[in-house]
């Protein structure tokens, strides 16, 4: 395949462009950073913005035996892009073809497709086979026309902004440093389905949410979440876990119990904003004392989600 076929799903920007290329996953704070730069230099030089996004994360082609999850799907990084106010948003698919290439075509390849002046690039960036940064980029004998520019990092808490450290502390439970490092709450969006109705038996029907896609799992336990559905938030005590009171080796399960709710959930699409994990979960020995757990979880979610 050649250079220009691989581009031919492209749409031609008349330029001049300023460009800058990843998966934007969670399109968190220093990818936040990073846009506002592409949008500064194309104000600049008087070009349009340009935002190459990758569907699937490169490293999930690359070594498809890792499991890979995300913290946003395409759609969602889409639409917060163009809020954002980058004028162009084009899907990439990482294929055999774009790991094949190297910084120089694929530079070039952009130049010819949509007049680019300036490519920025992200902490640590590197494109191409040869895994160009912005240094061996800029030291070039090629593309001298073209500007090269790098961001630095985002710092929060003494600690980079990253996709990856997102998720760690995601998967941590510790939803504080999530959503300071994203600018907002960490959420999950998904349809609501049928589930066993253990929580309506006990007066805590619950919402089981199924998850769209492989999104980054919060640790078991109980959260104070806020719950939107049909444009409508209502505060809820989510509960993340194998339901260890009622069996053993059961599926994990995300079930939301809207605050002062009283309808029809099910087939619903339900958006979860996790706030604060609230404790563990816990195999209780009786239903009992998991009803009068559940009540002072609520009574916590109550009380954090009043102070926000």
């Not at 929060?156 to 999530?178: K, P, T």
């Not at 389905?193 to 998850?211: D, L, S, W």
């Not at 339901?243 to 119990?257: C, D, K």
Request: net charge negative.
């Amino acid at each position: 395949m050649s250079i220009s076929d691989l581009f031919a799903s492209i749409d031609v920007i008349e330029g001049p462009t300023v460009a800058t290329i990843g998966t934007f996953d969670g399109v968190h704070l220093g990818h936040q950073a990073l846009l506002q730069r592409v949008q500064d230099e194309a104000a600049k030089r008087g070009a349009k913005s340009v935002a190459f996004v990758f569907r699937e994360q490169p490293r999930a082609f690359i070594k498809p035996s890792n499991q890979v999850t995300y913290l946003s799907d395409f759609e969602t990084r889409h639409d917060i892009l163009k809020q954002i106010g980058i004028d162009h948003v084009v899907e990439l698919n990482f294929t055999t073809a774009i790991q094949q290439l190297s910084s120089d075509e694929f530079v070039g390849a952009l130049q010819e497709r949509i007049g680019l002046v300036s490519l920025i690039l992200g902490p640590g960036a590197m494109i191409g086979s040869d895994r160009a940064g912005v240094e061996q980029l800029s030291s070039a004998d090629t593309h001298t026309d073209i500007e090269f520019l790098g961001v630095p990092s985002i710092v929060v808490d003494g600690e980079a902004v990253s996709s990856s450290v997102i998720r760690i502390a995601i998967v941590s439970g510790n939803c504080e440093l999530a959503a300071k490092m994203l600018g907002r709450n960490y959420s999950i969006s998904g349809v609501v389905a049928n589930g066993e109705k253990r929580g309506r038996e006990i007066g805590f029907p619950t919402a089981n949410i199924e998850p769209e896609f492989a999104v980054t799992v919060p640790d078991n336990g109980i959260y104070a979440t806020i719950a939107e559905v049909d444009g409508i938030k209502h505060n809820a005590a989510t509960s993340i876990g194998v339901r260890p009171t009622f069996e053993t080796g059961g599926g994990r399960t995300i079930e939301a119990f809207l605050l002062d709710f009283d309808g029809d959930l099910y087939t619903k699409r339900l958006r979860l904003e996790f706030v604060q994990r609230l404790r563990a979960e816990v195999a209780f020995e009786t239903v009992e004392q998991l009803i009068e757990q559940m009540n002072k979880d609520v009574e916590q979610t109550r009380e954090i989600l009043a102070n926000l």
